[in-house]
């Protein structure tokens, strides 16, 4: 089946530092990609996504490539503020396309803290 | 902008008891999902739902566990008898064609 692993946690970096959260994934077919931010106290948010192989994912000045040959999807960002403190998920759904009526399969999260 | 809204926010019940878990989807989504984080764990999908009927479900989604669209607005999540295992965030989300829109949780406590 489908599988997610992201990099353990937690991450504590100081503000304007380089991030990178791994994820690597295992997956049938053409998976869709995304990455979910959660702040304390809110539900999960969609921060980007990739339908398809070598597709950038960018948004908050995060950034995460789809590499087919690698399974993987590396969350980046080049300078992180303390406002960006928050747990981080990898997950995949089975649908190709961009669609997201799918299950999402979830890694297990990746606690960031960014201190001044 | 629209969001799904979970209640109650936090549930404590006893072993045994049943429980359920109200959600209210975005209105014009077709799909419905619940899902759930034990702890210190990766969140888990559970169901999923759409056009009136469970269209996918997890094997943790046992006999213990069914999901309704009572009134074409909330989608419930009842855990019949429930057990200690079964503590957890749950999450509610609904979906377009595009992206699962999540609910805030459910922290579901069983003592």
């Known amino acids: 089946g489908n599988s997610v692993t992201q990099m353990e946690g937690p991450v504590t970096l100081s503000e304007e530092a380089f991030l990178t959260i791994n994820c690597t994934y295992t997956?049938?077919?053409?998976?869709?990609l995304f990455w979910y931010v959660q702040y304390p106290g809110e539900g999960l948010q969609l921060l980007l996504k990739?339908?398809?192989?070598?597709d950038k994912g960018s948004n908050k000045g995060f950034e995460a490539t789809y590499r087919k040959e690698t399974t993987s999807f590396h969350l980046e960002k080049g300078s992180v503020q303390v406002s960006d403190s928050a747990v981080y998920f990898c997950?995949?759904?089975?649908?190709?396309?961009?669609?997201?009526?799918?299950?999402?399969?979830f890694g297990q999260g990746t606690i960031l803290t960014v201190h001044p | 902008e629209p969001e799904v809204t979970q209640t109650p926010s936090h549930q404590v019940t006893q072993m045994g008891q049943e429980v359920i878990l109200r959600c209210v989807p975005i209105?014009?989504?077709?799909?419905f999902y619940w899902y759930r984080q034990i702890l210190g764990q990766k969140v888990e999908f559970l169901v999923s739902f759409y056009n009136n009927e469970i269209s996918e479900k997890s094997e943790i989604f046992d006999d213990q566990f069914s999901v309704e669209r009572p009134d074409g607005s909330n989608f419930t999540l009842k855990i019949r008898s429930t057990k200690l295992e079964d503590s957890a965030m749950y999450f509610c989300?609904?979906?377009?064609?595009?992206?699962?829109?999540f609910g805030p949780g459910t922290r579901l406590t069983v003592t």
């Open positions: 209105s014009n989504h077709l799909y």
């Open positions: 989300a609904s979906s377009d064609w595009n992206e699962q829109y």
């Open positions: 997950a995949l759904t089975g649908n190709a396309g961009g669609t997201s009526y799918g299950k999402l399969t």
């Open positions: 990739a339908t398809k192989a070598d």
């Open positions: 997956a049938t077919g053409y998976p869709s």
